[in-house]
């Protein structure tokens, strides 16, 4: 972990991080290793989605909303299928399916758009994925969630999540008023 921290502050410093070299992708590597924040072979890349998608589908489990990961038998027009589905109706009748994305606005193809504002980048990737999901919309509520690698998350995944967490509160009531309290005396 403290590796991790060390690399977080540098990069954030813009200073060096390692020996310029090639990545196992062919492509430069520079000073500032930035590289590993957008390379698709990046081991980092692949934990981040998953345990984004395992977040969501823990949070809709414990808002009562009972879901399964990587739903078998539900493909889009690429063969692709998305990250969860819903296992009871919601609104209009239709069970949600939702599909993760994690964007670096390192990487050149996002460099305009995050130069211009915080949390842009996230809009983007979840715009391509409705997109690609748009054959489900009839039978399916689709939610994508695209979060930038350094922390904004797209405008309707924040609303999903707002309005999952408050469905949480209401389940559990009772952890909500000591959480509450802890937070109010600790100020």
Known sequence: MKQCGRAAVVMRLGLDLCVPHRCQCGSDVDAQGRHAMV????????????????VIWRALNAAGIPATNEPSGINSRDGKRPDGLTLIPRQGGK???????????????????????????????ATRKSAKYVDFTAAYIFQPIAVENLGPINASA???????????????????????SYSSASL
């Open 158 to 180: 924040l609303d999903f999540i707002s309005n999952l967490g408050q469905k949480i509160s209401y389940t559990f009531p009772a952890t909500t008023e000591r959480l509450s």
């Open 39 to 54: 390379c698709k072979k990046a081991s980092g890349k692949i934990a981040r989605h998953q345990v984004l998608n395992d």
């Open 95 to 125: 069970p949600l399916v939702w599909d993760v994305t994690v964007a670096s606005t390192l990487a050149a193809s996002y460099a305009d758009t995050a130069a211009t504002g915080m949390g842009l980048v996230a809009d983007q990737p």
